[in-house]
């Protein structure tokens, strides 16, 4: 698989589930036969050789039949309309048709921000392409964010996506490419003192919650962990489809940031605060059918949590061990000069 292949599976790992819950009438096939159409459309000719003229929004109704003449998922009509200095804002059903009104002529949407505001206002879907970028919102809301639609493939999102019930291999991927080293996220506030940014709680949400969206199959992230700025909610969850099987992690950190000091006997205390953050969780959510505790760890001196209640008395659908992700300010070379030291000795 590959090229418009590869990003039309990408879609698929969760644009379908959660088009289905925003707009209930539009079929799988007509889903799968839109984004086919689309994605070849962007990669085609009429669009690359208008590409500097700039962005191009897609707005889809897809609760009306448009009356319009023009398809504009042909690639020769929207080459023709882009060659004409028409709107950069394509008003059209699920089929492609345009409808006769199109009521965002002259509407100004040259960014996200400026698409994420629009979309409050409607219940329309939005596609931003910019470049080889390709943004999907609705309600203020992104449901897909694609870098380059014409590279995803060279990413690796694809051919290694894994299901939620492999949780541990995903956080053990997600460790791996993102956290260790800070590779894909900046965490420390002070390397030397072992210290992290001030509520690191949020940066690792969201960075967890963006890498289970590209690397997820078989299920799709609620967006609430992905939109939401406060403090109160550190859990991301996961909706499997098509039995809507709910998965919910709970972010915890132990260790010191700028604002806060969470070492030494407190750290235990955050361990088992998760733990029972986790069950309340898991009562209040009949679909619950596993609850995972992920700590990423920046003690200097790290040891094994104690936690209050004996690990075999837990509920059966709670991960057991937690998964605990070490963060270490050494460097890989800092790390291979203490190495050597030590060999020498």
Not at 226 to 253: F, L, M, Q, S
Request: hydrophobic share 35%; glycine share 6%.
């Amino acid at each position: 698989m590959g090229g418009s292949e590869d990003v039309l599976a990408f879609l698929h790992s969760s644009i379908i589930a959660k088009l289905y819950k925003a707009f209930p009438k539009v079929s799988p096939l007509e889903s799968n036969l839109f984004w086919t159409k689309l994605l070849k459309l962007v990669q085609s000719d009429a669009y690359i050789k208008n590409v500097d003229l700039g962005p191009v929004t897609f707005i889809i109704d897809f609760n009306e039949v448009a009356s319009g003449e023009t398809n504009y998922l042909e690639p020769s009509n929207l080459d023709e309309h882009l060659i004409k200095r028409g709107s950069r804002n394509i008003y059209i059903d699920i089929h492609g048709n345009n409808f006769v009104t199109n009521p965002f002529n002259g509407v100004q949407l040259r960014n996200l921000e400026e698409v994420a505001e629009s979309s409050q206002e409607n219940d329309f879907l939005y596609i931003f392409v910019k470049g080889t970028e390709l943004k999907i919102t609705h309600k203020q809301i992104i449901l897909k964010d694609i870098p380059d639609f014409f590279s995803l493939n060279k990413v690796g999102h694809i051919k290694s996506m894994l299901p939620i019930h492999e949780y541990r291999k995903l956080l053990d991927r997600h460790y791996k490419t993102e956290i260790e080293g800070e590779r894909g996220i900046e965490y420390w506030q002070n390397k030397s003192k072992y210290e992290l940014v001030a509520a690191p709680e949020n940066k690792f949400r969201k960075k967890l919650a963006n890498f289970l969206e590209n690397n997820l199959s078989g299920g799709f992230i609620d967006e609430e962990c992905r939109n939401n700025n406060t403090n109160d909610r550190n859990d991301v969850r996961i909706i499997t489809v098509p039995n809507h099987d709910v998965y919910i992690i709970e972010i915890k950190w132990v260790g010191k940031s700028s604002g806060n000091n969470y070492d030494g006997t407190v750290a235990h205390d955050k361990a088992n605060e998760g733990l029972e953050q986790l069950n309340l969780y898991i009562e209040a959510e009949p679909s619950c059918v596993s609850g995972i505790l992920l700590i990423y760890d920046a003690r200097k001196n790290p040891e094994d949590f104690r936690w209050n209640n004996a690990t075999n008395t837990w509920k059966e659908n709670i991960s057991n061990p937690p998964v605990v992700l070490h963060l270490d300010p050494t460097s890989s070379s800092e790390k291979a000069k203490e190495i050597v030291k030590r060999e020498k000795k």
